[in-house]
């Protein structure tokens, strides 16, 4: 029988700890969030100004 060949040195697999990789995670989730919180703002404005316009268009009228 001929007989199985163990490896030299036991494989070493490195992982990086799970804190550390959550955290990457998280920082790309929150700067798209706040790049997207920035555009939503500006968006938000403008609906408002344009239905104070309409508000105070329909205020004229009457």
Same mark, same amino acid.
């Given at each position: 029988? %001929? *007989?199985?060949k163990?490896?030299? #040195? %036991?494989? =070493?697999f490195?992982? %990086? %700890?799970?804190?550390?990789?959550?955290?990457?995670?998280? #920082?790309?989730?929150?700067?798209?969030?706040?790049?997207? @919180?920035? *555009?939503?703002? *500006?968006?938000?404005?403008?609906?408002?100004?344009?239905? =104070? *316009?309409?508000? @105070?268009?329909?205020?004229?009228?009457?």
């Open positions: 029988m %001929p *007989e199985e163990k490896p030299a #040195r %036991p494989e =070493i490195f992982l %990086p %700890p799970l804190k550390m990789v959550l955290s990457f995670f998280d #920082r790309e989730r929150r700067q798209r969030a706040q790049d997207h @919180s920035e *555009e939503q703002k *500006e968006a938000d404005e403008q609906t408002v100004t344009k239905l =104070i *316009e309409k508000l @105070s268009e329909k205020e004229n009228k009457d």
